[in-house]
């Protein structure tokens, strides 16, 4: 049941994407900017993960954990703001289906790496034949998009 939750969880931000990508687009048309549309949904973010935490009785940051974390743990806002800038540049220009292409050819080429290598914590999952051949269809259906 968890793996089908997850599957579901991953499914649903797969949609949220490329509709996210659109709103935004709209926005920065009417802001004159994707940095600025990128910035108003990256407020709006923080609100509302701000809303969930404290609806979810947590607290929002645990003093204890904060010197335990490695430099890098603090860096995956600087991934939020590059996927809502190009996402949000990108769709109105090439097309949301070209975009989610793409996107996801760089998450499979970087998700390779990632696990080849164990980086950042990730538990080791080699390069085998099947998920290379898995990896450069992908590739090439982000090409043919």
Do not use: Y
């Amino acid at each position: 049941m968890n793996n089908l939750w997850f599957s579901l969880a991953a499914i649903a931000a797969g949609v949220m994407l490329p509709l996210q990508a659109a709103m935004n687009a709209t926005l920065a048309k009417a802001l004159g900017s994707p940095i600025r549309a990128a910035a108003v949904s990256g407020c709006v973010v923080t609100l509302v993960l701000t809303l969930m935490t404290f609806i979810s009785g947590r607290t929002l940051i645990r003093s204890e954990t904060l010197s335990s974390l490695p430099w890098w743990a603090w860096c995956g806002g600087i991934c939020g703001a590059v996927v809502l800038c190009a996402t949000t540049a990108v769709t109105p220009r090439l097309g949301s289906a070209a975009m989610i292409a793409l996107v996801i050819a760089g998450q499979v080429l970087a998700s390779l790496a990632l696990d080849q290598f164990s980086l950042f914590g990730l538990v080791q999952h080699s390069l085998d034949l099947r998920r290379g051949i898995a990896a450069l269809l992908l590739i090439l259906a982000a090409w043919l998009m």
